[in-house]
Every structure is written in C-alpha cells, then in structure tokens.
C-alpha cells in the first residue's frame, strides 16, 4: 500500500500562483504513473493531470497552458505548479498514482479576492 501527503495548498487571489507538492511513501515500487485530481465545492472529483513513470504529462482542457505536472522519481514525489489561478480552480487537491491508491486528505486550494 502507498501513502499519499499533499502540502501546499491556500488562498491566492485570481491570476496568482501555487505550488503543490505529494509525497509518497510505503509500496512505492508498485507506482507506475502518478496524478493530481480536485474536488470543488458541490462537484465530483475531477482528474487534473498525470505524468507517466518517464515524464510525459497529460492535462485536462480546463488546466492546459496554466498548470505543470512534474516528478521527482528519487523523492517518490509529484508536483504540480498552478499558474493564472481562476476562482473555479477553487477545490481541494488530491494526488494519487497509477494504480489508484486510497486517497490522503488532500490539500485546500482557494482563489478569491
């Protein structure tokens, strides 16, 4: 089993930035991808964007061009840099890998002025 811990979340005002970090520990042999999602207030959780074993990122539309998906394979770490934040990236983050693992407890992302 993998456990997840997210930091890096808070409050930014629209057109700010944020960093997120994941670091992930335990089985860590199993991860093959690993992936950022969000949760919004009164939505589904969402995939956000993934990065495979090797680096290559994938984005969803409504990311693409602001957010960077990055990875550390020697820290067992996933990042994601979130630039030009909107309010409707207000969510709370979560990473996980692939496979999916239980989730963590995911880190609070808010835009607001």
């Known amino acids: 089993q993998v456990q997840l811990v997210e930091s890096g979340g808070g409050l930014v005002q629209p057109g700010g930035s944020l960093a997120l970090s994941c670091a992930a520990s335990?089985?860590?042999?199993?991860?093959?991808?690993m992936s950022w999602y969000r949760q919004g207030p009164g939505k589904q959780r969402e995939l956000v964007a993934i990065?495979?074993?090797?680096?290559?990122?994938q984005y969803a539309n409504s990311v693409k061009g602001r957010f960077t998906i990055s990875r550390d394979n020697a820290k067992n770490t996933v990042y994601l840099q979130m630039n030009s934040l909107k309010p409707e990236d207000t969510a709370v983050y979560y990473c996980?890998?692939?496979?999916?693992?239980?989730w963590g407890q995911g880190t609070q992302v808010t835009v607001s002025s």
């Open positions: 996980n890998t692939v496979p999916l693992q239980a």
């Open positions: 335990g089985s860590i042999s199993s991860i093959n991808g």
């Open positions: 990065i495979s074993r090797v680096g290559v990122p």
